[in-house]
């Protein structure tokens, strides 16, 4: 019969204790330092961090309910809360002062291909076909792709490309009037600016692909600076889609809807993540849109073989008074 030491015992569980409050008084800091990304370039990687936060919190809170700590159970509730709010947010309606919706709609698909590691192109053209919008933004690009996309998809017979450094193209059913491919900064990332007619209605469309901020934040914010004043001055109805490398958590996310005078399609929904595949935790690919446009259906589609997975939106025209 194996005898089990008391003291053993109680300095084991007073150790297990002493991890927990450990544990939690760490994630409570990050949950809130994650509201001071203005601050510094890691606060501000950590505020993207919302969801996979909210899940720890959520195991936190568990696991200090059966070891009954009132203060671990408190702080992780605490931390929680402060997780759960900005994801709670975007599961509110839109708000619009929009009266009828009309009868002209617009739909697009936003993915990004990462072709130098992705050669599953039978599933790109799967998820294109099932989807049939009326735009697809394609970001990253690679000839090998380019050349299998336009010859397998007939329905878009207008596109306009850029191969350069973080590739773009644009590809619609609809002819694309005065297209411009526009660079921003030094990395001369390409963005794609044009227009298109359906129903006798025209839409203005930005497709972007930031840089990364993994290692600065200066290039990402420049080009979304640039994004929301050419939004704040351009012709509506709008719509800014692509990778932005940036979730709805970020300050300078919400500094791009404030000055551009934008609206996130996700508002309503709820976060849709999309990057990193195979498990997505964070919504970094977006469709953004003036205030005359409604989002009436939007869902993360079927995995393409990249590390992002596709965006698709439809969007009703409404009339603003």
Known sequence: ?????????????????????????????????????????????LSHLRIPLSVFCIVLVLVS????????????????????????????????SAQAASTVSLSLLQLNLRPYQNK??????????????DIVGVIELKQDWTKFLCRSLPEYPYLYKEEGFGGVMLMSKYKLLEPSIEYTGKIKRP??????????????????????PKNDLRFRNEELHIVAEQAKSGQRPLIVFGDLNCSPFSPYFADL????????????????????????????????????????????????????????????LVEVP
């Open 257 to 316: 809807l404030k000055q551009g005078n934008l609206t996130d399609s996700e508002q309503g929904f709820g976060p849709q993540p999309s990057w990193p595949c195979p498990l997505p935790f964070i919504p970094i690919d977006h469709v953004l849109t003036s205030s005359d446009l409604r989002c009436v259906e939007r869902e993360v589609c079927d995995d393409v073989g990249s590390d992002h997975r596709p965006v698709f939106a439809r969007l009703d």
């Open 65 to 96: 309910t059966i070891c009954k700590n009132k203060a671990a159970i408190l702080m992780n509730m605490v931390a929680l809360l402060l997780n759960l709010i900005p994801v709670a947010l975007l599961y509110l309606p839109a708000s619009k």
């Open 120 to 133: 599953h192109y039978d599933r790109a053209l799967k998820v294109i076909k099932a989807k049939d919008a």
């Open 1 to 45: 019969m194996v005898t089990v030491n008391p003291e053993l015992d109680t300095l084991l569980k007073r150790l297990s204790l002493y991890l927990l409050l450990a544990v939690t008084a760490m994630l409570l800091v990050l949950s809130l330092a994650a509201y001071c990304g203005t601050f510094n370039h890691l606060l501000e990687l």
């Open 191 to 212: 963005r794609i600016r044009a227009s298109i007619i359906k129903d006798n209605q025209t839409f203005h469309i930005i497709l972007a692909h930031t840089v990364t």
